[in-house]
Structures are given as C-alpha cells and as structure tokens.
C-alpha cells in the first residue's frame, strides 16, 4: 500500500481542493468582472421580431422624427414604443410598393389580428432604480444622441451607454457639455457634429435662432433621486 501511494500523496486531496477552490474563485471573479453591465451591456443588440426595422431607414433616410413613433418620449418619463397601428399606417395593403408585402407581412398579420408585436428590449436599468424620467432630460435640452448614440445610422438599435450609476452621475456633475439647443434634441445627425464641434473646440456653431441655454438648476447627485 505504502509503495502505492507515496507520503507526500496525504496532502493531494488538500491541494486538489485548494486548486479547484481557486479555479472556481477565478471563474467567479472573472464572470463578475465581465458579467457586470459596463462590459456586457454596451452594444447589446437582440434580434428583433420584424427583420429589419429599421431606425437607419425610417429615422435617417426618411427622416421621420423620433416623436413621430416615441410620441410620449417629452411628456412622460418612459419613452413609449409605437403600436402596430403606428405602422400600419403606412404599411396597409395596397399603400406602399408591391415588393415590400413580403418584408411588413409580419406588421399586417399583426394588425389583422389585433396583437402587439413582441418587441426585444434593449435599454434597461435595474428595477431598484427609479423610472428614469426621459421629459426632464427632453425638456433640460440632452439630446437623444447623448445616451443612445446615432439611432439615425442603425439597422438594428443596440445599446451604446453603460446606464451605470458613474455614467448618469458623470453627466449630472458636468451636465453643459451634453446640452443642445432644445428644439434640436431629436435632430441626431445636427446634434453629433454639434457635439463634436464643442469637443474638439472647434466654435460650435448653432445657427442663428439656436438658443444655447443654462440649465435652471442642477441634476441631482442625492440617492433618493434615483433610488427608492
Ligand atoms: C417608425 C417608427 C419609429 C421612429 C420614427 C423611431 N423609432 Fe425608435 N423604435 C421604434 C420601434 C418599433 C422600436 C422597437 C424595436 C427596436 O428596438 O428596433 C424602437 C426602439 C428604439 C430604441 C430602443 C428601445 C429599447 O428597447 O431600449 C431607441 C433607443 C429608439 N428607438 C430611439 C429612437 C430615436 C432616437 C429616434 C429618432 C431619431 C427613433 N427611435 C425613431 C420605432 C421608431
Ligand atoms: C411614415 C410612414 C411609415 C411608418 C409610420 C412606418 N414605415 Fe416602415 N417603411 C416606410 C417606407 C416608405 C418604407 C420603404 C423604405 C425604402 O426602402 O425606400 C418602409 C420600409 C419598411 C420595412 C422594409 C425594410 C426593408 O429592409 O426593406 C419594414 C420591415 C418596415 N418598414 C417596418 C415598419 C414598422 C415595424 C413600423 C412601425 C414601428 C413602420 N415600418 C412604420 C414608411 C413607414
Ligand atoms: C439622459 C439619457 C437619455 C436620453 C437623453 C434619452 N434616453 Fe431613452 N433611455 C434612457 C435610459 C436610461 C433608458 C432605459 C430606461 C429604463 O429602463 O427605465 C431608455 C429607454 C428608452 C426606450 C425604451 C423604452 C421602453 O419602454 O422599451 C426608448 C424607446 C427610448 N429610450 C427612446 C428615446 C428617445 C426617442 C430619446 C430622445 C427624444 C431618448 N430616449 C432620450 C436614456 C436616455
Ligand atoms: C448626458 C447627460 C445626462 C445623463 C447621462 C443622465 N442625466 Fe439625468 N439629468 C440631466 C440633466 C441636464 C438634468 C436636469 C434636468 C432639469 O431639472 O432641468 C437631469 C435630471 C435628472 C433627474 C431629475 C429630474 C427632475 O424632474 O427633477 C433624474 C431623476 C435623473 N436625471 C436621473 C438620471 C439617471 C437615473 C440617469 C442614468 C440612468 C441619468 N439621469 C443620466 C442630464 C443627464
Ligand atoms: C443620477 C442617478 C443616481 C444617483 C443620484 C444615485 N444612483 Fe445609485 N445607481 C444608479 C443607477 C443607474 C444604478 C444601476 C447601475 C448598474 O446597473 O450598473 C445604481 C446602482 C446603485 C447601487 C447598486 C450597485 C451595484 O453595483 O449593484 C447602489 C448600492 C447604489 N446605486 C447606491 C447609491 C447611493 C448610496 C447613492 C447616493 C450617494 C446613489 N446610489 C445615487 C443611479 C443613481
């Protein structure tokens, strides 16, 4: 037996342990660092139901204006997402080209039999934080831009801030930065070079009527303004 297993083997069952033990703890940590929002949630696209929604064609090249679909985005604080009416306003048998049947039949099916299309969310913060109020951000002149990105230029949205405590914060101690012209907040390709002019310091350039205004009062830092 002995000449089996060697002395030095009693202690295998402890290493064995420890060695596992520290496998998993690195599994974990590793998982936790990845796992947390900033890492994983920036650039989430789910696969939608309607192939190709598209916010390039319907927001960017026809130039709709987002309140046009989001109509609630400036008077309430969840930006609602259009109902299939909304749609088939447009895509009703017989008003748009031959060729496009095949690609809204999903939207016309929909709407024949009264459902609501199951849209994938993508933007989405925890539920211990309070609804967050997009007419008070609408209304303090912060474009869409500056949390959703160029929605204007995506097929398919995907999500492009962290939505992290340090995100909203960084903005709501420096908030000038991010301000725009309130009439053009929905302007999204106006906003970006607007933007990108006041990074660069290149003199930002508002067209004239373009009021840059200061914000009345400051975004609040105190927990309970986002916390129940
Ligand atoms: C023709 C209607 C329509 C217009 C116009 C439109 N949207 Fe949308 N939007 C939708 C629909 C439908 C969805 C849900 C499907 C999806 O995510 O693509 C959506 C989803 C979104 C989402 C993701 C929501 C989530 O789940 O997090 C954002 C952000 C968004 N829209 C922003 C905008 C912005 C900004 C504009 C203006 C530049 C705009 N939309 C214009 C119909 C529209
Ligand atoms: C104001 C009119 C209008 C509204 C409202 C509208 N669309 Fe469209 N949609 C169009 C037009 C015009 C096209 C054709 C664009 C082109 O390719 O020239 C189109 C194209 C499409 C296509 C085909 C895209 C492709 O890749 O060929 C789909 C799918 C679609 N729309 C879905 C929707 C859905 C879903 C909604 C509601 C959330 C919606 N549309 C609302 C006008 C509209
Ligand atoms: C200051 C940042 C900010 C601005 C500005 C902003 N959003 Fe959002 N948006 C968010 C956050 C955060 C969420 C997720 C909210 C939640 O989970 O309660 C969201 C969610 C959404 C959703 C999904 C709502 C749902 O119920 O599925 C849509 C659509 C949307 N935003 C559209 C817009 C449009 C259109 C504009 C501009 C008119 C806009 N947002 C401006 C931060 C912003
Ligand atoms: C790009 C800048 C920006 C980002 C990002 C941002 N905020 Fe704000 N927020 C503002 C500004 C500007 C105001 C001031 C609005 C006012 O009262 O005039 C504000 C105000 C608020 C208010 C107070 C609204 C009221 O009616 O008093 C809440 C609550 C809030 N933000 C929550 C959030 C949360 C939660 C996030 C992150 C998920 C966030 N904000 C991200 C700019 C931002
Ligand atoms: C401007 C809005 C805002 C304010 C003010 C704010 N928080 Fe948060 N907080 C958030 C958001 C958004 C999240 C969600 C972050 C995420 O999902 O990663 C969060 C997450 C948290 C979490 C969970 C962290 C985690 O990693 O799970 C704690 C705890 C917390 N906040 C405590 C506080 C305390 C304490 C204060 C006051 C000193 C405060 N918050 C002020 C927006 C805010």
Redesign the pocket.
Known sequence: MSALFPKWFNAFPTLAAVGAGGTLMAAIAGFWYYATPAFWAVGYQPIQP?????HQ??AG??G?DCR??HTKVEVSAEANI?NVA??Y???AEKR?AAW?TQ??SL?RQAYATNES?EWRRVNKLPDYVRNFPHHAHIAAGVSCYSCHGQITAMPVVHQVAPLSMSWCLDCHRNPESSLVPKDRVTQLVWVEQFLTNRANGTPAQPTPGDVVHSLERQPPQGCGACHY
């Open positions: 309607v192939e190709a929604f598209s064609i319907h090249r026809l709709m046009y679909c259009p909304t749609c306003g447009c895509h748009l496009q690609r809204v939207v299309i």
